[in-house]
Each structure stands twice: as C-alpha cells, then as structure tokens.
C-alpha cells in the first residue's frame, strides 16, 4: 500500500524559509513524477513544482526563483526547499507521485497518482 507523508510545515515569516519532505513507501518511485501542490481556502489545488523521473523540473511562476525541488530516488523521498515566503504562499500543501502508463500499444494511457494528506504552511507577522 503505498503511502506518503509529508513533513517540515508550519508558521513562518516573511522572507522566511521552510524545507517539506515527503517520504514515500510501498513501491519503487524512481519511474514517477514526484511533486508537490497547494490548496489555499477557497482556491483550487494548484501545481508547485515537480520533478519527473529524469529529474526535469517544472515550477509554478509564482514560486519561481524562490522555491527549488529535489529528489532521492535512493529514499524515496522529495522535498521542497522554500525561501523568500510570502504570506500569499500561505496555503495546505500535498505532496504527490503520479506515472503515466500504457498497459498495451493500443491502450489509452493510465496515471497512477497518490496524495498526502497534506501540511499546513502559514506565512505571517
């Protein structure tokens, strides 16, 4: 059963920093795309950053320049490092690991995709 569980949330400043792990467990994740998304109230669950299997990375414009994501394939683990905070990034944020796959040649594409449960980040005066 394949679970993830994030760590490293909390309350902050501006300009502050935080660091979020998620260790993963229950299978080999060193082929999926290894990420994280946020979800303020009264918004939609939006991308972050994530990092496919060949370690590309694709960041949100909002956090571009101050958030950076990493992988241990080894420890089945992501974190993302966040610097720079703004109260805007205020938000729950889940981690995710998610692969596409073909089970035939003429087989539509499947994703497997799993979530945390989430942590809360605060950034406050």
């Known amino acids: 059963q394949v679970q993830l569980v994030e760590s490293g949330g909390g309350l902050v400043q501006p300009g502050g920093s935080l660091r979020l792990s998620c260790a993963a467990s229950?299978?080999?994740?060193?082929?999926?795309?290894m990420g994280w998304y946020r979800q303020a109230p009264g918004n939609q669950r939006e991308l972050v950053a994530d990092?496919?299997?060949?370690?590309?990375?694709n960041v949100a414009d909002a956090v571009k320049g101050r958030f950076t994501i990493s992988r241990d394939n080894a420890k089945n683990t992501v974190t993302l490092q966040m610097n720079g905070l703004k109260p805007e990034d205020t938000a729950i944020y889940y981690c995710n690991v998610n692969r596409v796959s073909y089970p035939c040649i003429e087989c539509p594409p499947v994703r497997n995709e799993y979530w945390g449960h989430g942590t809360q980040v605060t950034v406050s005066s």
């Open positions: 229950g299978s080999i994740f060193s082929r999926y795309t």
């Open positions: 990092i496919s299997s060949s370690s590309d990375t």
